[in-house]
């Protein structure tokens, strides 16, 4: 920022003034003063406004602003901190403050504040609730590394709570924090001296006054008195402030019209709205700011409310800023000393003139909804490094904190800052101290405040005084999200319950509960539903609303009933207040119900008439679920046997209890009966939720609870004759006879029956047989998981976090899985995909219960397929019996008496007699399952009862007696045994049959056991094993008996068939014959590489040179994918394509720093050995015909045109660029390679020059050239003619090759590779075409084969089938595409190739040899000879001569930069023996370039170590080079090469035709000669002194290191701050993988230029590190991030596991993350092999939401 405009001399008139400026002096005169308030007053008033806000720079760049801050930040420190404080510390400030740290005791609380994205960690073991956490620091050195821990991100504004007794369990302090034994709880003021103290007092109530006055004054013009300025100049600030209504795009756009900025001032200011709160985006006179203003709020009130701004003198703006300095210097101060802290906290907290609520601090609390974002921040902070951090004054502000709760809440409500901003978000500072809370709900009433005040914000409310959400604007919906952080409060007052009661406590509390009731009556019975009929429902009513609601309270309530569970007086109040509260709910039912009454089986009983499918019915009843759990805990505490006159259960009326949850289960069955239809979607989500996890355990579960305590306190029969009738099929089991209802009945309503009968079968088992809840049945919570975990494995195993999404949580977050888990379960580690899976133990199978109670149908008939599996395999019966029950509670005892008693026997009877005789769709096997269920269950229960009964005892259960008697008067049915012993052998029943045998053994046994009860002996005991086991045998001996027959007749079936097949073969021997012979024939042309065949590996393998071994001639036949036709491969031939995928790379690159060439002169002819940038080709070995290519390409096209009329979206090809998908298997493609013929074999009697006549001949031809070329361009020759090799003719244009299909094709791969490689558009004419191709073959033989080294893979034989075929058509396709470019062209690149190794006067600027990758150059001269060879009609000479010389040129320019780049650094111990010839040569050598080159080179004196140099440094050359000439000259490699290991020197020499001593290619006079050249170039001495030469061999690149631990990432990212926006913690901080470099992703202040588009950091920086892909770890999601240019991106699983082998993306879950090294291994080898395009290809495909997102915005 510049100063104002008006003077630019003042700010050197300013200096002048501020060197002069003392502050000691300054602080001397104050010290004096009479009146010290008005002196500092008098000094701010002068030098703040002309210290800050000076006015906007007029569009200055970012660093002028940074001077300025600069500038401003020193004027603030020397001009007005520093003279207060030498006022109050009366000496030299550093050494003042140095002594005061010295002599404090520091408090053992730690209070780091989070940073946004810091790591916390809370312990599972320890913690008091989930708020507790502790920072990185603290955690390390602390007793809770070793228990089980949560990690998360903090949002920010927590802070540690290590040293806080109250909030761990054990171990609250960590080694740094654990208090001395001399830490004093005394006053910690009086350690400081009296006059400290003193001034101390007077300066912090002066400035924090000075703050609050500023920060909450609201006008604009005028200051508070004692500030006004000196001269008051018109200069005013346009200041716009930030709310959460409007968008970043609106506020750009609006700010882009209003102050005249430019996109990317718009975009910063908006930022800085958004970080700060305001920004000032004008600056100038007042009409100059109000005219912007007009133009912001016109722009942005149309849709909703206007942006805020306000015109403020500078003045004021000047003083707010120097507010904020001030507030954050006194949180500076206060740290040196915990005696200043108090005084602070004094200060704040002291009642002002005015009385309540006038402290300091409570005028900022009251304020807090009007400041802006900054300014609350750094107030906020400063609170918490004050009041919180002392004991003392932190309950005094929790008091004033409780006092104004309702004021701040309805601020909060008001406001539309998030809560983080807000001064309520203390409330978790505070609420969960158990202490402060306690305190807080005696003496503050805190409980019930807070439930009323969130009732009084939810205002709507039906005729019945229920909520009512239905009709709620977009505002009131914001109001209720807001609303509902009242909830989180009151679960942090409720989260740790007391272990010791007060009086006062009980009263207060029960005071609460009083309103929580009210709360809950506001609930119950609200959103009611009636079924339609005849038409759907017209509009879905709203329920999302009154869920969430629930959702919410479900903790609440959990933890009410846990406070009750506490205290025995509590509890009964509370029972008493909760039944209360349900009859004045009940007195509001309608009154003019009809009763009726009911007959069944001989019991009656009276009811009224009332149809769920007819009537009002309601699925939120809050108050009987209350009840129902206080119910469970009378039972579970035994209050209700100790205490029965103090309970009212005289007056409860049971079928009262049960009607409201009874209509909410049949409401459940009806809708699963398919007859609420028309109800619409809202009724099944709201059924859904009222059955899941998040729900249950207050909705679902409560309703069978309180269902069981109805059925205890009534007669069993008139419980199910209510339940019938109110499942309304008490027509169906009462008529005369069942059967009369199908003849009128039409087939909806029996369906529709039959379910309902099945559901309310189902309810009954529910109601007898849930008793794992404590207090129901005689069982622990720990049962309880257990049972959860044991029904959820039997479905499937499952992993860790599925198991703890299907578990409720309690308030702590807490499943109680692991204490549960390891007993039942074995756990299976993942491999690199998948996850860890836990597998139920066999031996917990019998504890399966088909009808558990949570199971949804789908689970249900999952796990019973499962269970019956299992118990084919392990050869048992089928029968799924039911488990053993637990015993009942005594309350809840007279359960057992539903399943004898005669209504249900009747039932049975009825649905057993419909399965004997089964005519018409009466009944359903359902049905009939659930009937042997119950039967089951019953014989259990009275086996139960007889094992436990001591003898002589009546047993009062006596079901097996009543099966055997027959049926009652109306159906003259036989006894229920009787109707079971017909069904044993039903041929219709076969699936039941072994469910009914261990029915009726399980009656056998208990006869036995009631006739032995007389006389126990033993022999009785075997008697009826004895009766078991025959029973047993006959079943085991009849199945063997059918398995053994099953089995013969299956030998049967498959001899026939076989025979049948020999026939067939018989008849048809001919074709047969015919067809092998082929398909040997295919085969065998399908594995050129496959190992080599008999009659050439006599002969040693050559693969170039003249005594090259051509393989025999035999034609390559290949099927197209998409017509089918099979074709041969031939030059002259319909052309034939393969799909491949061009891509430029950097995976090989060892300078990332390169800036990428200019792609329009960038001259590719020479790759430098760091291979900065290459061009890949991969493809998916998929062949087409060309036409049937362009023609499914142009459909592709066409569909693509057709698609962005319709769409406008991405796809995950972009067909613009030439990309296609395979059509076989969908593979990303962007180009076709044509499939050429192998080469010939080398004619074997032409002779083969030495080195010098060919150097001699070719340097004939390269003249004879040059004279051409000259003639060409000049039209005349010069000087003589060139002597001409014979039969070299330069003039001569040899025919062509290739058909024009295929020469056609050659074109575009070409072009392709050209387009992507150089990234320019298509230009046939350019030179660099044919250099491309060769790059883009030679690198990516030379990523192979790193691969194959990398990965210690054989050289040959080992490589998958695409990419074989893919290296193969490259190959010979690059010798081949020098056809389609001019051939003057390619000659003059050999002339330039071949001039770097032999120089040529006519060539200028040709290389040194050092800046040279020899691979490159290897491939290239070979692939370019080939158009000078063409131009060679003597038939002389072959091309396999050229090759073979160029070899061995290259391999001697290679060992010479070897040489000259060896470091030998590390000496080994010299050997003694004379070297080998090798080592001599090596040396010679050595030394030859060192009296080249001199003194650059150090002298080495073991020739053994430059020797293993030169080996392990070529090696990779000549790897590459085999690989290139078996594909260029279709040679089987040599045995060798085909299996790995290292050590294959001489079988590759061999294979290469080079002496396995490399070194006697040197020993050749000529090569001296051309060797010292190449050291005479002075780039070699040029790139030696400069330093940083590549070394060979090249190391390869790998992925950056990752630490093991994730939250040292976490830790990292933390502080890790945007680059852009000074020192701004960054959102969605990014670690590049590839280069280790930290990103600000996915924000607009990162956001930079490219191609005139923004995209985010990642985008730009793939351009620079990866040439447009990159992967990245976004480390607060744990997320890897694939990206492949602007449009291409997926999401792939992070390296990183918990325990459980399980990926936590976006850290949800919080369990520690270990690096799994072999998933990272397998990032790493995707990115070698070039494999992320394909990846995201993939990924995009599979899933079309990837598609849609913006990418390059990462």
């Known amino acids: 920022m510049a100063a104002a405009h008006s003077d630019r001399d003042q700010p050197s008139a300013l200096c002048s003034e501020f060197l002069s400026f003392s502050a000691k002096d300054t602080a001397s005169r104050w010290l004096v003063a009479a009146d010290l308030q008005q002196e500092v007053y008098c000094h701010l008033a002068m030098y703040v406004p002309r210290i800050l806000c000076l006015g906007l720079s007029g569009g200055g760049s970012s660093r002028e602003e940074q001077r300025e801050e600069q500038r401003e930040e020193l004027a603030c420190q020397l001009l007005l901190l520093a003279p207060l404080e030498w006022l109050l510390l009366g000496e030299e400030p550093a050494a003042g403050l140095a002594l005061l740290q010295e002599n404090n005791q520091p408090s053992p609380l730690c209070g780091h504040v989070f940073k946004v994205g810091e790591p916390t960690y809370s312990c599972r073991e320890c913690a008091a609730d989930p708020t507790c956490v502790l920072c990185m620091q603290c955690f390390l050195g602390s007793v809770h590394k070793e228990h089980r821990y949560r990690m998360t991100t903090s949002g920010g504004g927590g802070f540690c709570d290590c040293g806080d007794a109250e909030a761990w369990k054990k171990g609250p302090y960590c080694h740094k924090h654990t208090p001395t034994a001399t830490y004093a709880q005394e006053d910690p003021v009086a350690q400081l001296p009296a006059d400290l103290v003193a001034r101390g007092y007077s300066i912090f109530s002066i400035i924090l ?91 942005t009130s149309r849709q909703s409310k206007p942006l805020r701004v306000h015109v403020m003198h500078s003045s004021v703006v000047a003083h707010q800023c120097f507010a904020l300095k001030a507030l954050s210097w006194l949180g500076q101060i206060i740290q040196y000393s915990d005696g200043l802290r108090r005084i602070f906290c004094q ?256 019991h009656c009983v009276d009811t009224f008439r009332y149809q769920v499918s007819q009537d009002k019915v309601s699925i939120h009843l809050p108050v009987c679920r209350l009840l129902a759990g206080l119910h469970v805990l009378l039972s579970r505490t035994e209050v209700a046997s100790r205490f029965p006159e103090q309970l009212p259960l005289g007056e409860l009326s049971p079928p009262l209890l049960i009607e409201l949850p009874l209509r909410c289960l ?269 039967v089951g269950v019953a014989l259990l229960e009275e086996q139960q009862q007889l094992e436990n009964s001591s003898g002589d005892e009546d047993v009062t259960f006596n079901y097996t007696c009543k099966i055997t008697r027959p049926g009652e008067a109306p159906s003259t049915s036989g006894s229920v045994l009787a109707l079971l012993e017909t069904l044993q052998n039903a041929p219709h029943l076969e699936v039941h049959k072994d469910m009914i045998t261990w029915i009726l ?147 090989l690159s060892k300078n990332r720093c390169r800036n990428l060439p200019d792609s329009e002169r960038h001259d590719p002819l020479f790759m430098h050995p760091d291979l900065s940038l290459g061009i890949h080709t991969a493809s998916c070995g998929h062949i087409m015909h060309a036409t049937c290519w362009q023609r499914y390409f142009e459909a592709v096209q066409l569909k693509e045109q057709r698609r962005q009329q319709r769409l406008r979206g991405h796809t995950s090809y972009d067909v613009e660029n030439g990309e296609f998908l395979c059509p076989l298997c969908e593979c990303l493609s962007n180009t076709v390679i044509p499939l050429l013929p192998h080469t010939h074999s080398p004619d074997h009697s032409v002779d083969h020059p030495s080195l010098e006549v060919w150097l001699k001949m070719t340097s004939q031809q390269i003249a004879a050239l040059h004279s051409a070329h000259r003639k060409q361009s000049e039209g005349v020759a010069e000087g003589a003619e060139p002597a001409i090799p014979e039969g070299f003719k330069v003039d001569f244009r040899p025919q062509k090759p290739f058909s024009s299909s295929v020469s056609a094709m050659i074109t575009t791969f070409s072009m392709s590779t050209y387009k992507v490689g150089l990234k320019v558009n298509p230009n046939e004419l350019d030179p660099r075409v044919p250099m491309v191709v060769w790059s883009t073959c030679a690198y990516t033989i030379q990523s192979i084969e790193r691969l194959l080294t990398d990965e210690e893979k054989p050289l040959f034989g080992s490589l998958p089938c695409r990419q074989d075929d893919c290296l193969s058509s490259l190959t010979r396709f690059s010798s081949a595409c020098w056809t389609a470019a001019p051939p003057t062209t390619t000659h003059t690149h050999f002339i330039r190739l071949l001039a770097a190794l032999v120089p040529d006067s006519q060539v200028e600027n040709s290389p040194c040899i050092l800046d040279i990758d020899m691979f490159h150059l290897l491939v290239y001269s070979v692939l370019s000879y080939s158009a000078v060879h063409s131009l060679d009609q003597s038939g002389r000479r072959v091309i396999d001569s050229t090759h073979l010389h160029l070899l061995h040129l290259i391999t001697v320019a290679h060992l010479v930069q070897i040489l000259l780049t060896s470091t030998t650094e590390e000496v080994f111990m010299d050997q003694d023996s004379v070297g080998s010839e090798e080592e001599e040569l090596t040396c010679q050598l050595y030394n030859m370039l060192r009296t080249h080159l001199g003194s650059v080179l150090p002298e080495v004196t073991s020739g053994w170590q430059l020797l293993r140099c030169v080996k392990v440094g070529i090696l990779p050359f000549l790897r590459s080079a085999a690989i290139f000439f078996h594909y260029l000259n279709s040679t089987a490699p040599p045995a060798d090469l085909l299996v790995p290991g290292s050590d294959h020197w001489e079988a590759l020499c061999s294979f290469l035709s080079l002496p396995p001593n490399l070194l006697q290619l040197s020993q050749h006079a000529h090569l001296e000669l051309l060797i010292h050249r190449w050291c005479c170039h002075p780039g070699v001495i040029k790139n030696l002194q400069g330093g940083g030469v590549i070394r060979f061999p090249r190391e390869s690149n790998r992925l950056i290191e990752l630490p093991e631990d994730y939250s040292v990432l976490i830790n990292q990212a933390s502080s890790f701050t945007c680059p852009r926006s000074g020192g701004d913690k960054s959102r969605a901080p990014t670690l590049c993988l590839v280069c280790g470099s930290m990103l600000c992703s996915q924000s607009y202040c990162c956001q930079t230029e490219v191609d005139g588009e923004d995209v985010g950091a990642c985008t730009a920086h793939t351009l620079t590190c990866g040439a447009g892909l990159g992967l990245f770890l976004r480390v607060r999601e744990s997320q890897v991030l694939f990206v492949a240019g602007k449009t291409k991106g997926c999401f792939y699983p992070p390296p990183y596991l918990d325990d459980y082998g399980e990926t936590d993306q976006g850290l949800k879950r919080g369990n520690p993350l270990h690096l799994c090294s072999e998933r990272y291994r397998k990032i790493e080898r995707l990115w070698r092999q070039h494999g992320v395009a394909e990846v995201i290809g993939h990924a995009q495909e599979a899933n079309q939401t990837l598609v849609a997102i913006d990418w390059q915005h990462l």
Request: aromatic fraction near 8%; proline fraction near 3%; charge should be neutral.
């Open 209 to 299: 006054k000075y703050a609050v006055d500023m920060l909450t004054w609201e006008q604009e013009e005028q200051l508070p008195s004692g500030l006004e300025p000196l001269d008051r100049g018109d200069t005013y600030y346009c200041m716009l402030f930030n709310d959460e209504v409007h968008t970043y795009e609106q506020v750009i756009y609006t700010l882009q019209k209003a102050v005249n900025c430019s996109q990317k001032e718009a975009v910063s200011f908006a930022t800085t709205v958004d970080r700060d709160g305001r920004k000032s985006v004008r600056y100038g006179d007042l009409q100059f700011c109000e005219q912007a203003k007009s133009v912001i709020v016109r722009n």
């Open 347 to 602: 200060v704040g907290l002291q009642r002002g003139p005015d009385g309540e609520n006038s402290s300091l601090v409570d005028q900022l609390m009251l304020n807090d909804s009007k400041m802006w974002k900054g300014a609350r921040n750094i107030y906020h902070q400063l609170l918490m490094n004050s009041l919180l951090m002392d004991l003392k004054y932190k309950k005094i502000f929790a008091i004033q904190f409780a006092k104004n709760y309702e004021r701040l809440q309805c601020d909060y409500v008001r406001d539309d800052h998030d809560r983080e901003f807000s001064i309520t978000d203390l409330s978790v500072q505070i609420f969960t101290v158990p202490s402060l809370a306690r305190m807080l709900m005696v003496e503050e009433n805190l409980m019930t405040t807070i439930i009323r005040t969130f009732v009084d914000h939810l205002r709507h409310r039906d005729l019945q005084g229920r909520f009512q959400f239905d009709r709620y604007t977009a505002q009131q919906a914001f109001k209720f999200g807001r609303v509902q952080s009242l909830i989180g409060d009151l679960k942090y007052v409720l989260i740790s319950r007391p272990s010791d009661w007060t009086d006062q406590l009980r009263l207060k509390f029960l005071e609460g509960l009083d309103a929580f009731l009210e709360l809950l009556k506001c609930m119950q019975g609200m959103d009611p539903v009636v079924r339609q009929v005849g038409q759907h429902i017209e509009m879905e009513p709203e329920w999302e609303a009154a869920f969430t609601l629930q959702m919410k309270l479900t903790p609440i309530i959990s933890m009410i009933q846990e406070w009750c569970s506490t205290d025995e007086h509590v509890l009964i109040e509370a029972y008493k207040k909760c039944l209360s509260a349900l009859s004045h709910c009940h007195s509001g039912l309608p009154d003019g119900e009809q009763p009726i009454s009911l007959s069944l089986a001989g």
């Open 666 to 934: 049949v409401l459940c069955a009806q809708v699963h009966a398919g007859m609420w239809r028309r109800n619409g979607f809202s009724l099944i989500n709201q059924i859904y939720y009222y059955h899941n996890v998040k729900c249950r355990v207050e909705m679902f579960d409560k309703d069978i609870i309180m269902l069981q305590a109805g059925a205890s306190m009534m007669d069993p029969n008139h419980f199910l004759m209510i339940v019938l009738s109110r499942f309304e099929l008490f027509h169906i089991f009462s008529s005369a006879d069942c059967r009369k209802r199908y003849r009128e009945a039409n087939k909806d309503v029996v369906q529709q029956n039959n379910t309902l009968i099945e559901e309310m079968l189902h309810l009954i088992i529910m109601v007898v047989g849930e008793r794992y809840v404590s207090g129901v049945g005689q069982v622990e919570p720990f049962d309880e998981v257990r049972r959860e975990i044991i029904h959820q494995l039997s479905i499937r195993p499952m992993a860790h976090s599925e198991l703890v999404k299907a578990l409720p949580e309690n308030g702590n977050k807490e499943t109680g899985l692991e204490r549960v888990i390891d007993s039942v379960a074995s756990f299976k580690k993942p491999g690199v995909t998948g996850r860890g899976l836990y597998e139920l133990r066999p031996e917990w199978n019998k504890h399966f219960n088909l009808y558990f109670h949570h199971y949804s149908r789908a689970d249900q008939s999952k796990a019973e397929e499962a269970q019956r599996k299992l118990r084919r395999q392990n050869r048992e019966d089928t029968a799924l019996p039911p488990p053993l029950p637990p015993p009942l509670c005594p309350l809840f005892g007279s359960l057992v008496n539903l399943l004898q008693c005669d209504v249900l026997l009747a039932v049975e009877g009825a649905v057993l007699q419909w399965a004997v005789e089964p005519s018409g769709g009466g009944w359903t096997e359902s049905m009939l399952q659930r009937v042997l269920h119950l």
């Open 1001 to 1147: 053994k399980m009656v056998a046994n208990i006869k036995a056991m009631r006739e032995r009860t007389s006389s126990t002996s033993t022999g009785s005991v075997s008697a009826e094993q004895g009766l078991e086991e025959t029973l047993r045998d006959k079943d085991k001996a009849e199945r063997k008996r059918k398995a053994e027959m099953a089995r013969l007749r299956r030998e049967k079936i498959m001899a026939q068939m076989s025979e049948m097949q020999k026939h067939f073969i018989n008849e048809n021997k001919e074709l047969f014959q015919q067809s092998l012979e082929e398909l040997e024939a295919s085969t065998s042309a399908g594995a050129d590489t496959s190992a080599p065949r008999t009659e050439t590996s006599c002969v040693s393998q050559v693969c170039v040179g003249p005594r090259r071994v051509g393989r025999a001639e035999h034609r390559q036949m290949v099927t197209c994918i998409l017509c089918q036709e099979e074709q041969e491969v031939r030059g002259h031939g319909r052309a034939m394509v393969l799909a491949a995928f061009v891509q430029r790379s950097t995976v």
